[in-house]
């Protein structure tokens, strides 16, 4: 039988799953809470910690594991799922995007969370030492935000502990999306990394965008949850994987140079040669007064659906690719062979 998991005033027993809200902060007209499901299965197991709603308007990604976490029948369950599908709650309920209105900062680029920081520190703080700390796995769950376009992709850690990247890219491998990236600590930041430094195999899966919740995108999420979860051993069956995985070598940025208005001429998905025309700038007089080109040849992976820009915004970004090598712990998985 399962250990029971409690977090706040929520545990739940064997068989059992229930969903509540613990207290991270306060303002002047009330407390700061988190949601949380607790799910607990009628077998031992492994425990998965399951997030979405770091960035707020990635509302694909929360709606995935809202749905996920109604659908799963604790009886059916290996072990422990737990679950906060929404984050930064201060933004999402403002609808603001990227930031908590409360101190502006960005829940995706503070680390280290510092436990008497402000309330974005105290949020991620109490996420990783309270809830990520009880658990095996860990699924962080993203998208755009409303002025992203973005081609669905899974990011991976590489934190120089050999048992938790190898479990991390399995766990990408098996979520099912053909485009992966891994980042280190040293270039780049995310609670992914924080959770693998932690000794606690992470990814992060991109799906979704433009603040809209697609059926494609949730199924997306959805069904490399399910992946993972048998994969690891708490739900029953055996993952399948009909992609043939790609690896990011590099990435180059489309940067504005001028300020007006911006007319794209490639879009997400799109392959792009070096010194390839990608977007113009024109003054409010109707001149062209910059044409933007592609640094490298590669796949458009992001595009920002703003049509005025100021000098140094991102317009877009893409990546570099190459075949990923294989795979022993997860190629077995591969359907159609």
């Known amino acids: 039988m399962p250990k029971t998991i409690k977090i706040g005033d929520i545990s739940a027993e064997s068989g059992k799953k229930k969903f509540g809200f613990v207290r991270v902060g306060e303002t002047p007209s009330g407390p700061i809470e988190l949601p949380l499901w607790i799910i ?3 077998r031992d197991g492994p425990t998965l910690c399951l997030t979405a709603g770091l960035h707020p308007c ?8 809202i749905r996920t976490c109604k659908k799963i029948d604790p009886r059916e369950l290996h072990g422990t799922i737990i679950s906060v599908p929404v984050i930064n709650m201060p933004a999402f309920q403002a609808r603001s995007p990227y930031v908590n209105p409360i101190d502006n900062v960005n829940l995706m680029f503070l680390y280290p969370a510092m436990p008497d920081g402000s309330i974005s520190h105290r949020i991620a703080y109490f996420l990783l ?26 990011v991976f850690p590489k934190v120089n502990n050999k048992e938790v990247d190898t479990k991390s ?24 990394l924080e959770a693998a430094k932690m000794g606690v195999p992470s990814i992060m899966a991109e799906a979704g965008g433009v603040g809209k919740i697609t059926e ?20 029953d069956g055996s993952p399948q994987i009909s992609v043939r995985h790609k690896i990011a ?20 998905g799109d392959l792009v040669s070096m010194g390839q025309k990608v977007a113009e700038i024109k003054d409010l007089q109707g ?27 991102p317009i877009m970004n893409g990546w570099v690719m190459k075949d990923a090598p294989p795979f022993p712990l997860t190629d077995k998985f591969y359907v159609g062979r």
């Open 40 to 42: 607990s299965g009628v």
């Open 287 to 313: 001149e062209t007064v910059s044409v933007l080109k592609a640094s490298d040849s590669g796949k458009i992976k992001l595009v920002f659906t703003y049509t005025v820009v100021n000098t140094g915004d």
């Open 58 to 65: 990635e509302y694909a990604a929360i709606e995935a594991v």
């Open 216 to 235: 494609d995108d949730v199924t997306i999420h959805m069904n490399g949850i399910h992946n993972i979860l048998q994969y690891v051993g708490i739900l």
């Open 249 to 268: 070598q590099k990435k180059f940025n489309v940067i504005a140079d001028r300020g007006g208005i911006v007319y794209k001429t490639v879009g997400t």
């Open 169 to 192: 890219e399995a766990m990408a491998r098996i979520f099912g999306l053909a485009e992966m990236d891994c980042r280190t600590p040293e270039l780049a930041k995310g609670l992914f």
């Open 129 to 154: 030492s309270d809830i990520i700390a009880k658990a095996d796995y860990h699924i962080d769950c993203h998208g755009g935000e409303p002025s992203e376009a973005l081609e669905p992709y899974i």
